[in-house]
């Protein structure tokens, strides 16, 4: 089945190690995403990838970056974990920009805990 | 400041009734509002959606209503059964844009 894969499920990091969350999809979308969801909020835009055309939210920290090497991959990098980065992490993908209700293929997350 | 509002937080309903999840927003500028639902150790999943030109859109046992002059969305699910407990999310999004703006989600809980 065509699906969106987040690993790991669950990372465990320290205070300022950096940590790389892995999203791939077998769906050949052209758009990957990821959100942020903290405990008992709305699941909030970070940044999403057209082909190889970032496009960062402008309130993004500077701590979080992603690279897309290719059209299946997509990582998210915490250069410097505080406290307030634990939170579950969504990928998602879509077909193209433009369509209004281009629906968003959700992964199950990677739930980071920092200590 | 949240744009997305889903007042409750959780909502219980017996098996084979109307379940209704109720969303508000802020911003007249959306052009498509979504619902997504999500299963424990899922990611979310697409339900429904509607374009703000239409007041109503139904699919099989889901109904999603918008009431612009309101600025408020809601699901009807009827009947509802025990696998529709899950978290709700509702969502927004303006025409030509990536950017879907979610609710904090309420979950729902069907009781047998």
């Known amino acids: 089945d065509a699906m969106v894969i987040q690993n790991p499920r669950y990372q465990v990091t320290q205070f300022g190690k950096p940590v790389t969350l892995s999203c791939s999809q077998t769906?050949?979308?052209?758009?990957m995403y990821w959100y942020q969801q903290k405990s008992s909020q709305a699941p909030k835009l970070l940044f999403h990838?057209?082909?190889?055309?970032?496009?960062n939210e402008a309130d993004t920290p500077d701590n979080f970056q992603s690279r897309r090497p290719n059209t299946s991959f997509c990582f998210l990098d915490i250069r410097s974990p505080g406290l307030g980065d634990a939170a579950m992490y969504l990928c998602?993908?879509?077909?193209?920009?433009?369509?209004?209700?281009?629906?968003?293929?959700f992964g199950p997350g990677t739930r980071l805990t920092v200590l | 400041d949240q744009q997305v509002k889903q007042n409750s937080p959780s909502l219980s309903v017996q098996e084979g009734r109307i379940s209704i999840l109720n969303c508000d927003y802020t911003?007249?500028?959306?052009?498509?509002f979504l619902w997504y639902k999500k299963y424990p150790a899922e990611g979310p999943t697409f339900l429904i959606s509607?374009?703000?030109?239409?007041d109503k859109n139904e699919d099989g046992r889901f109904t999603v209503f918008l009431n612009k002059s309101a600025k408020h969305l809601s699901l009807h699910i009827v009947p509802s059964q025990p696998g529709d407990s899950a978290v709700y999310f509702c969502?927004?999004?303006?025409?030509?844009?990536?950017?879907?703006?979610f609710g904090q989600g309420t979950r729902l809980t069907i009781n047998p």
């Open positions: 969502a927004t999004k303006k025409e030509g844009a990536q950017k879907l703006v």
């Open positions: 769906l050949n979308h052209n758009v």
């Open positions: 911003n007249s500028m959306f052009d498509y």
């Open positions: 998602a993908t879509s077909r193209d920009r433009s369509g209004g209700s281009d629906t968003q293929y």
């Open positions: 990838y057209y082909d190889k055309d970032f496009n």
């Open positions: 509607i374009s703000s030109i239409k």
